[in-house]
């Protein structure tokens, strides 16, 4: 399989990085296009295999599957400044255009997946969220594949893209807030910053971990901390009581 990348930002980049660091594609069979030379530059320094071009129609004529990993108000003009093979799969970064959209854009019968990776793509540990237009199940459980190596990968019906996003999406903002928070907390109590930041960020990633790993319930893992008379249950009354539940709910369903 050839992949072209077109957009070497920070999603494009990072989905480049990911692919290299993976098993799917072979580095020679990706393509990288982008306007400027800087970006293109830095990640074929990571992997000289790779090829790069500032045409975009170069990059997409080479390949098998096209990611376009561009910005959502540019994704109409840069398809309808490309040519496209019947066969090829289109892959849209491109959060909110829907496939209605695209396939206007496109025109034809072509297989298409809309993906909303998250920023910890970066760091290979995205929650991807996928949904497919006229795609096989071998396409699905290909696409599925590839983003799993950047992290975890799951399809979703078109319908519930947007609530899964501000899941995973937004959602991750809300975590960071409450490392924020709790760090604070950790300096009021005399620890030093830099310190108080690392065991909170660490204990984010034990608890997600103990879900992901053992596929258990958050209640569960709660029940296992929470001494009768302790001090684990005390804190979290007092975050009931402050409204912390409601609070996040809330906060996902206004972004709806």
Known sequence: M????????????????????????????IWVANPSRPKLDALQSIDSRITITTDNQEAVSAADWVVLAVKPWLIEA??????????????SIAAGVTFDQLTSYIGGTHTLFR???????????SMTL??????TREQEAQIVLLFAELGRAMIVPEAKMAAAT????????????????????????????????????KSVEGAAKLILNND????VEIDKVTTPGGITIKGLNTLEHAGFSSAIIQAMKSCL
Not at 130 to 135: G, L, Q, V, W
Not at 177 to 190: D, L
Not at 216 to 219: D, F, K
């Open 2 to 29: 050839k992949i072209a990348v077109i957009g070497a930002g920070n999603m494009g980049g990072a989905i480049v990085k990911g692919l290299l660091c993976g098993k799917s594609v072979s580095p020679e069979n």
């Open 78 to 91: 840069v398809i309808k400044s490309l040519t496209f093979r019947s066969e090829q799969v289109v892959v």
């Open 115 to 125: 993906v909303m990776p998250n920023t910890a793509i970066s760091e290979q540990a």
């Open 130 to 135: 996928i949904s497919s237009y006229n795609a």
């Open 166 to 201: 501000i899941l995973a999406s937004c959602g991750i903002a809300y975590v960071l807030k409450y490392i924020h928070a709790a760090t604070e907390a950790g300096v009021e109590m005399g620890i030093a910053p830099h310190d108080a930041m690392i065991m909170v960020a």
């Open 216 to 219: 258990t319930h958050p209640a």
